[in-house]
């Protein structure tokens, strides 16, 4: 059932990626009641797998409105995943998908996706924004740790007129933010989510097939199988050479 | 003389709207040893003299580079700036010029503007961020208010990879923050800016030239005749017919 225009329901925005996070936390705000309007930016990444996913989850999840915004990244360059010249890392070991800040980075990405999504709020009349981040992505990304989140939810409360006139209070949401990706795979399955419509990997082929290779790769196959529930990605590799 | 990879110059990323505080700021930033790279917004404006106007003073000032980045707000609509279908206001009387928030207000604009400095600030490695906002700015904008540059730059130090890991502590630079328009035109001449390259105006004509009654022209010109230099402007009124 769609929720479109659906009365009554508070508008909230929710930045949508495609991957298994973000989509988790679109079907949660449904789940919560929302009219939840998806967020998705096309920023330069390689492939544009993941905003074919993103359009095909928000309408089968129900979101209430779904904007792509066309947002130029690459011309700042400085990450593997805007700039062709830096390659994306492979099968690193367990220590070093969870130290330090890899080369897929992106300078100041979720500053910009959460101002994007203010403005979009505040359009909307919406008083909360959703966020995927969570635990397994802070020893990695400065911009996904809480103390991040809530300076954003401080900033936002003085960056708007809907928030300085006080008809809105902006409210960070980052409903994963203590999870690993096993109890998001868990969370996300219980919600009904169909994990087969989302994209993680970092380097896909261009039939999409996902690399099995990349950081993401290696830490969504990990989480289906510490959740004990079966990995339905399609990889360009067989399950054995899965890590 | 231009400054373009001067060897030595700390890098500064500068906001450059191609109007009058702007460029003021630019030149200020480069008379201060800064080698300033630029950064211009293709945001839907309705008309595009500004983006000219900014790459023409770019050059002439002497920035080190002059990223011009296209975003779009226009779907989010809500501002008269963006949005064709809400008119810019004219003649407004002084005192509708400084209380409350204009309809020319473009929601989360300097959030979104700032957080594109901020990945530019971290790529070129520079540790300044410079921004036009001033005192007459405050009673209409929220997010031109000290308490918001504020609360950007500590949201700045904990968003970055580089300010996370101590290579940089980020600084938002608003020299004209306590500045009247006045003031600024008189500081901006003082550091010999030519303002007829700048432009104010929110409704141009197609030739370029400023109507002369949108609030922006209005400050403007009002701001010249209270510093006792000539406005040097192109409008599309008579000098008797300017307010």
Redesign the interface.
Known sequence: MSLTNAPGLRPAVVLLSGGLDSTTVLAHAIAEGYAAHALTFRYGQRHSHEIVAAQRIATTLGASGH?I?????R????SALTDASIAVPKDRSADELTHG?PVT????????F???A???A??LGASDIFIGVNALDYSGY??C?P??IS??E???N????S???GRTRVVIRAPLQQMTKQQIVTFGTTLGVDFSHTVSCYDPRDDGAACGHCDACQLRHRGFREAGIPDPTRYAVTPAELR
């Open positions: 904007a915004l066309d947002i130029d990244l011309g700042f360059g400085g800040i980075y992106v300078p100041a990405r979720n500053t910009i959460l101002s994007f203010l403005a979009y505040e359009v400065p911009d740790r103390e991040f300076a954003f401080a900033l936002a003085l960056a708007t007129a928030a300085v006139e």
